[in-house]
């Protein structure tokens, strides 16, 4: 009988120092500073491999200033977004567009525009007198016009010049009756994504965007591309709106393409001992703080977080990692994390305490420690 009860107790004893001296490898998620990638250039290796240290910053106000300023400057030297701005022109006809020619009191060459049939299509060209491919435009005495490039306040004068040899006084009005030469397309985030054509009202960025519909809810404001001779030109539309930059005042081109981006592909990753650890989109202005985000995560959780253990992890993926250290157990945390702006991509992680780990480690070796009691219980 004390022979099997020696062995129950050194089998508990043994048990109790397994349990204590396992706490530092408890399962889980855990982040241990200093933290340290192995260069290994993405392949498996038996040999050493050389540790490449990566930095902890410690999120504070000096910290914040400092990013908010380069923030400002990065956005402020972006001469090529701020080459977009300009002043509408008039438009210019180009080939394929249909002009609609009158000269009153000549009804005889009002027959050369054509009737529309019923069976015209909402494709087709409305009637009237088509740019050919080389841009001209022919027209009963007059002969053959070059229009293309030109606005019609220029062609009117021209064809006036021209009727003026044959008509006494013509009175010549020219416009276009349909726009084919010029056309923008806007994709992603908008109710109807498509080509638009280019009209006699000037194609800013917000007529665009209006034209095909709009945001959607899901649409990321500050992360609209303009693709434009083969050039992508990023604009924040938020951010020239808060520095009291219109986009009205960014006018398209024929070829262009407006692209929006999707909230969607702009995630942050929360982690660890959060309520609810989830992939957070971003704002419609694609702004999204710290406290946002731990805030759409339901917070910490009390239990089982250790709030000092608060970690941002950015460009995991590139050759230059970053990790950011927040302490939230300070009163000021929530005045920080306010302030810090998450990126795309964020990881936002929060470890867990000393007792979870310990309390994983026990769940983990209490079958272990039942299964040896039985035996020796049934041994007897």
């Not at 109790?16 to 192995?38: D, E, K, N």
């Not at 019609?152 to 009727?163: D, G, K, M």
């Not at 908008?190 to 665009?208: F, K, L, R, Y």
């Not at 300070?330 to 309390?359: H, I, K, T």
Request: aromatic share 6%; net charge negative; charged share 15%.
């Amino acid at each position: 009988m004390n022979r099997y009860l020696s062995s129950i107790r050194l089998l508990l004893g043994g048990s109790a120092l397994v349990v204590l001296g396992a706490c530092s490898l408890a399962p889980g998620q855990r982040i241990i500073t200093p933290a340290t990638l192995p260069e290994t250039g993405g392949k498996y290796s038996t040999e050493p491999q050389q540790q490449v240290n990566v930095p902890i910053t410690d999120i504070n106000l000096a910290m914040l200033r400092q990013m908010n300023s380069a923030s400002q400057s990065q956005a402020e030297s972006n001469a090529a977004t701020l080459n977009l701005f300009g002043k509408p022109t008039p438009y210019q006809i180009g080939p394929g567009d249909v002009l609609q020619i009158t000269v009153w009191d000549h009804p005889e060459l009002a027959a050369a525009v054509g009737q529309p049939t019923q069976a015209q299509r909402p494709a087709d060209a409305a009637p009237g007198f088509l740019v050919d491919d080389s841009g001209n435009v022919q027209f009963p005495y007059a002969g053959t016009l070059h229009v293309a490039g030109k606005n019609t306040a220029t062609v009117q004068n021209e064809l006036h010049s021209r009727l003026s040899e044959v008509f006494l006084k013509p009175e010549v009005t020219v416009r276009v009756a349909s726009f084919r030469a010029a056309q923008v397309y806007i994709d992603g985030e908008v109710h109807t994504p498509g080509a638009q054509a280019i009209n006699d009202i000037p194609m800013s960025m917000t007529e665009a965007i209006n034209r095909a519909g709009g945001f959607t809810q899901n649409a990321d404001q500050s992360r609209v591309t303009l693709v434009r001779n083969g050039v992508s030109y990023p604009v924040n539309v938020a951010d020239l709106i808060e520095h009291g930059r219109s986009p009205s005042n960014i006018y398209l081109k024929n070829g262009d393409m407006l692209r929006i981006a999707s909230r969607d592909d702009n995630g942050v990753f929360l982690m660890g001992e959060v309520n609810r650890p989830a992939t957070i989109m971003p704002m419609r202005d694609g702004r999204l703080t710290l406290s946002q985000a731990v805030s759409q995560a339901g917070s910490l959780n009390p239990n089982t977080a250790e709030a000092s253990q608060l970690f941002v992890i950015r460009n995991s993926m590139s050759d230059k990692p970053e990790i950011f250290h927040l302490d939230a157990t300070s009163p000021v945390s929530m005045l920080l994390a306010n302030q810090f702006e998450l990126q795309p991509n964020d990881v936002v992680y929060v470890d867990n305490n000393g007792l979870v780990r310990f309390n994983r480690v026990l769940n983990l070796l209490l079958p272990a420690i039942n299964a040896g009691v039985t035996s020796a219980v049934l041994a007897k």
